[in-house]
């Protein structure tokens, strides 16, 4: 059976897109640049050919284009407009379109061929700050609107955990340990999302440290081992989803009762659910940072 989503509300639309509903519905009318189908009961739904015009659309429109020219270009030749508009283009909203509809469609070759794409013009570490983490943003969103389902987001993910996976591999071959830093790089129990983690760890091998990658879902008892081993260690997390609003003010307190039992240990934290702390009052050894990137530059 084909399980593929191939129809779409206008609130789905919406989602993916960031047309307004109230502009999508001026654009048909006026314009008659969609042609959506109509349920039984007369609830409006559109095809994976509506959105993708869409998404093409609202590309033209975001480069300059007004929606009267674009309405009277041949719905032919509109995805090649863009592919030549895009060819000159600074931003990232084309690739991230692309990455979207090959998520949609389960489409790995579409994945691949925009990221070897971007591959020609930009490095590992751009496309990913630049195109991907932007992408993981709006799917965080998507799932959480229903708009796509947890297979979309796995499929999506898992894709992008093999890029960061053999580009590691690469560094690994090439790079050597030069610092006296170790880092240890987990996530809390029931903790999954992992793939911020593993651009961490990219980074830090590639700047030459000692990076030890224990990931998903690691117990503190676990940590504590680390601790038999290394005088000074720098833990690295990221909370995405654990610990829960309820609980992460004593996990924080249980992790500087139990591991950071030295002044040379310290953890580094990141990810969604620092929103629930108060920042001011963490303990001295606990360094939060609200992007990769200002993490990395303190390396």
Do not use: C
Not at 138 to 153: F, N, V, Y
């Amino acid at each position: 059976m084909n399980n593929i989503k191939n129809t779409f509300s206008i609130k789905d639309l919406e989602n993916l897109t960031g047309i307004k509903a109230h502009t999508i519905r001026i654009w048909e009318k006026r314009y008659n640049l969609l042609q959506p189908e109509r349920t039984d009961t007369n609830i409006r739904y559109y095809s994976l050919a509506n959105l993708q015009k869409l998404l093409n659309i609202s590309y033209l429109n975001n480069n300059g284009f007004k929606i009267s020219k674009i309405a009277a270009i041949d719905g032919e030749e509109i995805p090649k407009l863009v592919k030549e508009v895009a060819q000159s283009d600074t931003t990232n909203n084309h690739a991230i379109d692309t990455f979207k509809l090959s998520m949609l469609n389960f489409d790995q070759k579409l994945f691949y061929d925009t990221y070897e794409g971007l591959m020609k013009e930009k490095s590992f570490t751009q496309i990913f700050y630049e195109d991907l983490i932007p992408l993981l943003s709006q799917i965080g969103l998507l799932w959480q609107t229903d708009t796509i389902t947890p297979a979309h987001e796995h499929f999506l993910t898992s894709l992008i955990r093999q890029k960061i996976l053999i580009n590691t591999e690469l560094i690994q071959s090439k790079n050597q340990v030069v610092t006296d830093k170790t880092f240890v790089l987990f996530l809390p129990d029931n903790e999954v999302h992992e793939l911020g983690l593993m651009l961490i760890n990219y980074e830090l091998i590639a700047k030459g440290h000692q990076s030890i990658f224990l990931g998903q879902s690691v117990p503190l008892d676990s940590l504590r081992d680390l601790l038999t081993y290394y005088d000074e260690i720098t833990f690295v997390s990221y909370f995405t989803v654990k610990p829960e609003k309820d609980e992460i003010e004593n996990y924080i307190k249980k992790f500087s009762d139990k591991i950071l039992v030295k002044k040379t240990i310290n953890l580094w934290i990141l990810g969604r659910m620092l929103e629930e702390l108060d920042l001011d009052t963490l303990p001295k050894q606990i360094f939060p940072f609200d992007t990769i990137k200002n993490l990395v530059k303190k390396l």
